[in-house]
């Protein structure tokens, strides 16, 4: 049975959170984490879902936050998106505005067919300045693909600027050069990867994975963002979160944090 769609509203925003498949990506993940601590928490390995976050406006205007893999990453652990957003009565061609946290495949490869055309033709690809320079010119990726196939959909942003609806860009940059978040007037922010495993993260912000391009810069974004939302109060969900929960606040635990239900 699919499970429920997890749901939070943000102001005027109504927050859907979409699973568009689950990665297996084994054990190694952490490869700097106390190898024992990994393995009582991860036995069989780091299996995240990808969750797309479809944001519907008072307005009527849809937009997405990433699209997950596509149906031709990862051997098809993914690509789950068309088919829920089918069932919520939504076509790709109504998709407003896809605001990507980052170009990494299981974020960006959703975004085009098989054959190389745009899932979501009518809509702006709004991605931060920095992450297009990152990946321009590199068709060896879902990035490059992306951009080179979309180059007159894309709209750069700095951070803090203003996407309407009550968002403000959060640029969260280590994981990739121009990984950002956002934040909602409504007290809710999206993390993107910023979080792959809070299990592991909360407890102790500086562990990162291995697909960081900069950790020690994704450290100080990880310590930065997960201090302010716990300060602030804030609902936060994330592109990894696994299981049923994908809306959730921090509270301070020793040196790190932990996660409650909103
Ligand atoms: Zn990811």
């Not at 919520?88 to 490869?109: K, N, W």
């Not at 860009?169 to 809070?198: A, E, N, Q, S």
């Not at 391009?213 to 963002?225: K, V």
């Amino acid at each position: 049975m699919t499970p429920p769609i997890a749901r939070f509203r943000a102001g005027l925003t109504e927050i859907l959170c979409l699973t568009d498949g689950q990665l297996d990506l084994g054990t190694g993940v952490f490869p700097e984490a106390d190898p024992e601590r990994v393995a009582a928490v991860l036995p069989e390995g780091l299996k995240p879902e990808v969750n797309v976050h479809l944001l519907r406006h008072a307005d009527g205007t849809l937009d997405l936050v990433d699209t997950g893999c596509g149906p031709t990453i990862y051997a098809g652990a993914g690509g789950r998106l068309p088919g829920l957003l089918d069932g919520l009565g939504i076509a790709p061609a109504e998709i407003d505005r896809v605001i990507f946290t980052h170009l990494h495949g299981d974020h960006a490869a959703g975004a085009l067919h098989p054959d190389g055309s745009p899932v979501f033709p009518a809509a702006r690809l709004v991605m931060h300045a920095a992450e297009q320079a990152f990946w321009q010119g590199r068709e060896d990726t879902a990035g490059g693909r992306l951009l080179a196939a979309c180059s007159d959909q894309v709209e750069v942003v700095g951070d803090g600027d203003t996407l309407g609806q009550g968002m403000t860009t959060w640029h969260l940059p280590g994981h990739t050069p121009g990984h950002m978040g956002l934040r909602f007037d409504g007290g809710l922010v999206l993390l993107g990867d910023v979080i792959h495993c809070p299990e592991l993260q909360f407890p102790d912000p500086d562990i990162h994975t291995r697909y960081d391009i900069d950790p020690a810069q994704g450290d100080a974004s990880r310590r930065m963002a997960l201090a302010t939302i716990a300060a602030e109060g804030l609902v936060f969900s994330a592109s990894h979160l696994t299981g049923a929960q994908k809306f959730l606040r921090l509270e301070v635990a020793g040196d790190g944090y932990r996660s409650v239900a909103p």
